[in-house]
């Protein structure tokens, strides 16, 4: 049983790995800096932490919220970027 925690927390771990390397590849290729990054997430107005700015240019949602986004769960709450 803890196996399986254990894989669902690894598997967790590298899908979001996976999408902030992704995220910055993107980034880096619309020539944003991590000045670009929003302070606070534009979806719930949370501070966004300086490590994810940095990591993630042009960053406009906390990490919580950008996973949401790219899940789609947001789709018709939001009225797009
Ligand atoms: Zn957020």
Do not use: F, H, W, Y
């Amino acid at each position: 049983m803890t196996d399986e925690i254990d894989r669902a927390q690894a598997l967790e771990e590298q899908l979001r790995a996976d999408a902030l390397r992704e995220q910055a590849r993107r980034a880096a290729l619309a020539g944003k800096t991590a000045a670009d990054s929003a302070a606070e997430c534009v979806d719930c107005g949370e501070p966004i932490a300086p490590a994810r700015r940095l990591a993630v240019p042009g960053c406009q949602r906390c990490v919580v919220c950008q996973a949401r986004a790219e899940r789609g769960l947001n789709r018709g709450l939001c009225d797009g970027d």
